[in-house]
């Protein structure tokens, strides 16, 4: 097994490699998450220094909430990434890895906020809001 992930964009602007493990899927339903999908957000993430982006110029970031911000691709509007202000890691869309991804399903937040066209199916952990271990200021 390769000691890393790779993966990039629809229109392929923007690459990326991670480097090491990487973290457990976590499915987001907040509003937030939904408005930018679709659906709800998938992904992984690394640390900061594992990430490493090709075509970095390529995204844009929006500041959606007071310490987060949602980086997709100016050119194909791809969802990429998601950082919290002062985190010393970095979400990861986990549709954005090139497959076999070799990512592992984690667990749902903010469950009570998901849309009301789709069903959690799975046995996967659901937390209403957020789990202890994400940072998340979405109120
Ligand atoms: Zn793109
Ligand atoms: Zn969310």
Redesign the pocket.
Known sequence: MPDFHTGSCLCGAVTFKTRGDVREVVY???G??RRQTGLY?AASNAMNEDLTVSGGENVTWYQSSQKGSRGFCRTCGSALFWKYEGAGHISIMAGAFDTPSRLVPGYH??CEDKGDYYEINDDLPQYGKSSPDIL?N?E
């Open positions: 987001c339903h907040c937030q998450c957000y937040i903010f998340t979405t």
